[in-house]
Each structure stands twice: as C-alpha cells, then as structure tokens.
C-alpha cells in the first residue's frame, strides 16, 4: 500500500545512509582502505557522532565492488555475557558465509562439528535462526567458534570483516578481561578475517587498547572519531531543503549548525524541525523557534538525567559551562562547593562515565550541547 506521507528530507536515531549521509569522505577512504588491506580498526566517539552510520557506509562501498568480502555485523548492545556473544558471533559469521540454508546448515556441521551446534529456524521470510550449543563445552574450548570465520575463510575463498558495534560493553561481562584474552588470542593469529570494533565511552575502549597490560594492546589502526565539518553540514542542510522544493538560507543553515555544535545527530534533529516549520523559505527566527521546540521536548529528559547528579556534580558542571578553567584551585573549590580538588578528580570521572563530559588533555567539554543549553538557560538561569 502506497502510504500517503510526505518523507522528511532528515534522519536521526536510526542509521544515516544515502541521501542522509553528510562527506565523511576522508573517513571512508581510511575505512575502506582499511577493509581491504585487512587491517584491524578500531573507531572511538562520543555518542551519536556517526561511528555505526560510517562503518555502514564503508562496507556498503567495499561490498559493491568486491563481491569476496563478506561483512559480519555484530551490536553488543543487548549480550550480557560470553555464551550469548558466542551464539550471536557463530550465528551471524554463518549468515555472512551464504545465503542458502542447507549450505548454512552444512558449514556449521563442518566447521563447528565438535560443538554440536542446534539451530533452529522461524518460518518468517527473514528466516530468523537461532543457535544453541552445550555452553560447558563451549567454555572450555570456544576455539572453533572464535576461528569459525577464518576457517570458513580458507574453504571457500572470500574474506570476512566481522563488525563489531557497542564494544565497549565486553567490560562489563563478567570475566572481561580472560575474555578479551580469548578473543585477542585467536583473532591476531587470522590472516583472511579482520576486525572493526567501535563504540563510545572513550575512556573505558582506551584503557581495553592502549594499556600495554590489556589484552588488545596495538590490536588495530584506532581512529577517534570527530564531529563532521561545519561547511559539509552546512551544504547538507542546503541540499536537503532544495530537494524537498523548499529553501534556507545560508545564514539559518549556519545557525542550525552552530546551535547544535557540529553534532550529527542533533544537526538532522533541529534542521528537521525547522524544516517542518517552514512552508517554503525557511529563516533564522524559524529556526530559533525550532530550537527552542526542541528544548521543551527535551526538558523532561534533562530533568531526570540532572537528578541523577549529585549537587557537587551539577555545581562542576555550573563552572564548566561559566567557563572557568582552573576548576581545583582552592577559589573554584569554595565558591563552587567542590570540596577537595581529589573530588573534583572523582567528579570528573564520574560525568566521563556517564558521558555527560569529554575530557581530552586539559579540556572538558559537555559532550550534549542541548543539555549545555538547558543547563544554562533553564536550570542554573545563568
Ligand atoms: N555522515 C552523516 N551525515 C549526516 N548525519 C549523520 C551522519 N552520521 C551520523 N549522522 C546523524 O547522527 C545520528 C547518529 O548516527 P549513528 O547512529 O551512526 O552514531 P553512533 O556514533 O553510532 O551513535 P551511538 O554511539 O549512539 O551508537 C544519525 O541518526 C544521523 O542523524
Ligand atoms: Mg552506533
């Protein structure tokens, strides 16, 4: 049935892909470049700056044009522990490996026999399978799956990049370091598979691949992520109005950009809702209503992420945002009841975990610059 809805010309929360996708062009050629030299890569950022809508991209242009490489792409977002990533890893290497069933059937037998792998499949047309195995054997030796896309590999002539999104969550397994070091183990020692593991939470993926004493030390290529320029969003904006037959003008285009600090996610968020107050030509004043739409929408989330803060946390972050910069000197520690300046190291630390700030050398950044507007026009009314 033919839906009778006007498509927005903006994307956010789901992948960004197609007309949706803003350059990122130096990015994809390191990826692809990466890709096919079968070098490992490891791609950090802060939340929603584009990590999965980037390696998405990449492969897609890899894939079209080499049709042996066969991309894995596996979300730890929702596995909890070792057994449920082994299941998910052999399932999706076996999907990657053919489209046919009974081929899919016959490669788990031969590669993974020792397991005595059971799979099921649901009847729907995306033919959802499911594996089990005996998770006591498995534990004791999870070789033939760590090495299943490998071993497929050297049988059939193609290559596997196995894609792996939200990694930062194997710290949280139980076990996570004896884990990585299977991992590690296995994956150096393949020569046809390579690896892509991204995620967020920069601090916690440095310490698992820059910390000499951690499993995937010098594991890859790493790659921190950074926003996307301000003039590609700019020209993004301009296009996507243009091929909805309305219009914006350069100097809205530019403020949407800045309001939203180059941050991909929230650039498509509020050049949407410009775009949808705008009959045909869209204006600073829209967008500047638009923005403060999008505030209001937010308000009942920034509420509660701010009860979740301590009042020492949220009078750092006050201090943060009026700009001071020698945040444990004895001044800033009384005038803004920070305690000691060992506590301000454990704020710190804690608004990092929670993503709330960037710390990078000597800089502290509110990584969400509409909670950094929140904060400051409506909670501390600075
Ligand atoms: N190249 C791009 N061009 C335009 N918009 C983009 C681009 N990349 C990402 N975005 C915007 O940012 C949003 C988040 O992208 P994506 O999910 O890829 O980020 P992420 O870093 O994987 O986020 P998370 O850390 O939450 O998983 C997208 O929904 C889209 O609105
Ligand atoms: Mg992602």
Not at 9 to 29: H, M, Q, V, Y
Not at 57 to 62: G, H, I, L, P, W
Not at 287 to 300: G, M, N, T
Not at 328 to 350: P, Y
Request: hydrophobic share 40%; glycine share 2%.
């Amino acid at each position: 049935m033919k839906r009778n809805v006007i498509e927005t010309p903006f994307t956010f929360g789901r992948i960004a892909s197609d007309n949706n996708f803003a350059n990122r062009e130096s990015e994809i050629l390191k990826l692809v470049t990466n890709f096919i030299s079968g070098i490992n890569t490891v791609l950090i950022s802060p939340r929603r700056w584009g990590k999965s809508s980037l390696v998405k991209k990449s492969a897609e242009n890899v894939s079209k044009k080499n049709k042996d490489i066969r991309f894995v792409f596996i979300d730890l977002y929702n596995i909890r522990n070792e057994e449920e990533f082994y299941k998910i890893f052999s399932r999706e290497v076996l999907r990657s490996s053919t489209k046919k069933t009974d081929e899919l059937l016959a490669n788990a037998k031969k590669f993974m026999g020792k397991l005595i792998p059971q799979l099921t499949f649901s009847t729907d047309p995306n033919s959802e399978i499911n594996i089990s195995f005996d998770w006591e054997t498995v534990k004791k030796e999870p070789d033939d799956i760590l090495d299943l896309p490998e071993n497929i590999s050297k049988q059939k002539n193609i290559k596997f990049i196995i894609c792996i999104d939200e990694f930062q969550n194997i710290s949280a397994f139980d076990d996570a370091l004896s884990i990585q070091k299977k991992l590690r183990s296995h994956w150096q020692k393949h020569k046809l598979t390579s690896y892509c593991l991204y995620g967020s939470k920069r601090h916690m993926l440095m310490d698992v691949f820059t910390s000499p004493s951690m499993p995937f030390y010098k594991f890859g290529d790493i790659i921190f992520l950074q926003k996307i320029e301000k003039k590609h969003l700019e020209k993004f904006i301009i296009k996507r109005f243009k091929d909805t037959k309305k219009n914006i003008s350069k100097s809205a285009a530019d403020l949407v950009v800045d309001i939203a600090e180059c941050h991909p996610y929230y650039v498509q968020q509020l050049a949407q809702l410009s775009w949808l107050r705008t009959k045909k030509s869209c204006n600073e004043e829209i967008v500047k209503i638009a923005h403060e739409s999008l505030i209001l929408q937010l308000d009942f989330l920034f509420q509660s992420i701010s009860d979740d803060l301590s009042s020492t946390q949220l009078n750092f972050l006050k201090a943060v945002i009026i700009g001071i910069e020698q945040l444990s000197s004895k001044q800033t520690l009384d005038e803004f009841n920070l305690g000691t300046s060992a506590n301000v190291l454990r704020i710190k630390k804690s608004l990092e975990n929670k993503e709330i700030i960037d710390l990078f050398g000597n800089t502290i950044t509110i990584l969400d610059p509409m909670y950094k507007y929140w904060l400051k026009n409506y909670y501390f009314k600075i």
